[in-house]
């Protein structure tokens, strides 16, 4: 049980630049999920991590060790692979037995800890199998179980649910949160799911391009995201934005867009005149955070058109044409409006983010 | 991976196809089929009785072929009187050992070429089989001179070199592909479980098996059914089956009968083999390994 830290690591394929002077930490016995589109250098990270290929620059240490020259069979950590990689002519109980057996383990124990973690895993069942012989779920709990037989002091995970089905990978969310809380080892989760991100993780970086973008708890991430990139990446439906032009007027700050105004409140304001904000600035509100009312006339202060009305059971999404733009909100279930009905909207004010055009960087 | 049953619906064309591949079938088989059984019956036959032809025309005369009185007695001669045992024991150590020596070698050579990067490697690797491309007559003379300088002419170990020259470039060939096709995540996995290198290539030899296996067989046959070589590299110390066969031709007696039953003595064996590594020659090769 370590802390991982990475410091200022870089990792270059020939002359593209995967991974660009990241820092992180994960504490001990914490869970770090790393988020981020396909290409974001976070499988790089996690392969440097787990010694499978070499650090550019930089240091990456476990605890008070730096591990940048160790091979992985001296690091001490687990990884689970994101196609499993289960070995194919060996039996659920060998491969799970494989590191113990690697390590010198003696058989009485590989017995009893094969069979607990196993136990653990509900595929106590299945250890005569093979591998071409089991479903998917399967052979996930297998590679799982092939990592946790050892005690490592770190588990990496590479999106190792990212091919089950979506029922599965519900369930498998909760259960991976539980065995890293039971068994309370430092775990580095690698994943482009916001979702698992978001419900799994005590910390979560998101990274885009190589680049660190943020690094927070997922309320953190979700409520205060750093710029518009995160805004616009972490929460689904994803976040509405819309250019405006800020304009000081006696009712104080207000945001102004071709189809509405929003006029900030004072803390909001405050801020801007502390960051010295430009005028121009991108707005983003989460579809949650948009009131909606159908009809014309029925009450909220700005005027819009429906465009298209989703129906998800208990919610609805619509979305809604303001001016040349379009927002999606998310509401609870009502009357199905059609095409081009008028309706009337409003923001919660204290939810609004706002972002520089120009670096993307979010004022509040 | 697994083969998918194809939707066919029946035509009057797919009829007069079927019926005309089966006839094209049946021709094929006789006619590489039938030298094997006139070797075969003749090797057991005297010579008066393997002369014993039907004449043209005459389909009630093949019962000649089949009437006659069984006799090992030019087994017996190839045996007792020719050393034959010392020719075939000869032709197993050569086309084996080649064989085993290419395999090995090759299987690091095609693991490397597989797994690693480096500089001009798809050079190296296009140098490697180039080396085939050149007919086996054009380099027979220099490297005659060269094992003769080395005392190897006539020497079994020379023939395996000679041999291993030819199958080594084809082995690493093949074998990169079947290395190629065993997904990397399975040795990365099993360093993260605590493997060296060596200790996971080790781990998916197992998966490679089944092309090492066919490939076994066909570095054999290259060496079982070598002439060439076998009679410039081999003559004298290290003769093999097929010059031993062809020194059964003498200007003043071809002696028929012998030469069918050493044409048997080369065949038998090579057709246990194939019988023996069929299995794995259609097994699967990942099987299941990864998620498709």
Redesign the interface.
Known sequence: MVAVNIQSVWKYYGKTVAVKDLNLLCRENSFLAILGPSGCGKSSTLRMLAGLEHISAGDIFFGEQRVNMLPPKDRDIAMVFENYALYPHKTVFENMANPLRLRGVDKAEIDRRVKAAAAMLQIDALLDRKPMQLSGGQKQRTAIGRAIVREPKVFLFDEPIAHLDAKLRAHMRGELKHLQRRLETTTIYVTHDQLEAMSMADNIAVMHEGVLQQFGTPSEIYNHPANEWVAGFVGEPPMNFLNCRLELTSEGVVAVHPACRIRLNDAQRRILEEKQAEPDVKLGIRPDNIAYRAGANSGLDIPATVFVTENLGGDMIVEVTLGDDRLTIKTKIGPIANLDDPCTIAFDVSRIHLFSTTTGVAYF | MASREIAQYPSSTRRVLSVATIIFIAFYLLWTLLPFLIMFLSSFKDLLDAFQLPAPGDWGGVSLLFTFEPTTKHFENLFVDLNFGTYLGNSLIASLGSAAVSVVLGSFAAYALSRFDFRGKNDLFFWIISTRMAPVVAVLVPLYAIFRSLDLIGTLPGLILAYTTFNLPFAIWILKGFFDNV?Y??E?????????RL?ALR?IL??VAPGIGAFLVLCVLFGWNDYLFASIIGSGGAKTLPPATIGLVQPQNIQWGSIMAAGVVTTVPMLFLGLLIRRYLVAGL??????E
């Open positions: 997904p995540a399975v990365e996995a099993a360093m993260c479980d605590g493997a060296t200790q781990m197992p998966l990942t099987m299941g390994a990864v998620r």
